[in-house]
């Protein structure tokens, strides 16, 4: 058996913009999401022996007793969609080591099915080119694609459709001190986007005036008289509409985010559909203070780590 482990980053979404609902039930949006450097670990234990005739199995374990381990997990999903894009017909164990909590829109799941894919070509010779693989990520879920970016990027679509940042602004977020903080309460991805499209059109950003204020931050960011600190307008880009309806029914998570602003100067927002939300932090940043704030307000069981977007 040859087996290797590999890191399964959470992201954040800085810019989040829903435009609109597609014929198809998915929805179209204009992002900004950067991985962070914590997260998850999978391993993947390949078995090298071959059969001619029958492929190998796929299994998974993981030492969260919640997360479902059978056809339902994204990265055995993957690992089926792999196969069906290649020739690999040996059989998998995949042990997922889960540190990023569900129901947090930090794209656990579909981290670990875009790192299963990473590792699966890798061990098969990357049969698949960058274009290949982006393809099959994109079939096993909208979020996937953006994991097989090293950095910060652009996402588009429903979320496939991944493009790179300039490398002047890549350099400018990655390395960032964030702070990442979590209820005990989940929010259901389908309720987020089921409530949004309830609200329609107001709940909708237009995708012009989206893309307006993606092309304006990118100007600001990289055109002449560009800040010369890393954190410099990042937190300019900030903005989620789906925010909207979790905080009308969840106040706890408005409440405190209004209330890190106000007394620590914090930019902070909900990622995704929630209900994780970050706090953008600077070498003056009082980590200590803003994470006992944040248990004031949520309880010992809310959810705090610090970490850099990669």
């Known amino acids: 058996m040859s087996q290797l482990s590999f890191s399964s980053p959470a992201k954040i979404n800085l810019f ?59 990265v055995l999903k993957a690992a089926e969609a792999f196969r069906a894009a290649t020739s ?15 129901g947090a829109g930090l794209g656990g799941g579909s981290s670990n099915a875009a790192t299963a894919l990473r590792a699966l070509n890798e061990f098969a010779g990357k049969p ?35 493009e790179s940042l300039p490398p002047a602004i890549m350099a400018r977020l990655t390395g960032r001190s964030v702070l990442i903080f979590k209820p ?65 029914k969840f106040p706890a998570l408005p409440a405190l985010l209004e209330r890190l602003g106000k007394k620590f100067g914090c930019a902070a927002h909900m990622s995704g559909s929630g209900s994780a939300c970050f706090a953008l932090l600077n070498d003056r940043s009082p980590v200590t203070e803003i994470t006992a704030a944040i248990r004031e307000a949520w309880g010992d069981s809310a959810f705090v780590v610090q970490t850099r977007l990669q």
């Open 88 to 102: 690999w017909r040996r059989g998998v164990r995949f042990s997922l080591e889960k540190r990023i909590p569900m």
């Open 184 to 248: 005990a309460f989940g929010i259901s991805t389908a309720w987020a986007y089921a409530r949004l499209a309830a609200a329609a059109p107001k709940g909708y950003l237009p995708r012009a005036e989206a893309e307006l204020r993606l092309a304006i931050w990118l100007r600001a960011v990289s055109g002449p008289g560009k800040p010369t600190t890393p954190e410099a307008n990042a937190g300019d880009l900030l903005y989620n509409n789906m925010e909207p309806p979790a905080f009308e």
């Open 128 to 162: 698949l080119d960058s274009a290949a693989l982006t393809s099959v990520a994109a079939k096993v879920g909208s979020d996937c694609a953006l994991f097989l970016r090293d950095g910060p990027v652009v996402m588009r679509g429903r979320g496939e459709l991944v």
């Open 16 to 74: 989040l913009a829903i435009t609109g609902r597609r014929e198809d039930g998915f929805h179209e949006l204009v992002s900004v999401a950067a991985p962070v450097e914590w997260g998850d670990t999978l391993t993947v234990e390949v078995d090298e022996t071959n059969s001619a005739t029958i492929p190998g199995k796929f299994s998974l374990t993981c030492d969260d007793p919640m997360v479902p381990v059978n056809g339902e997990n994204l």
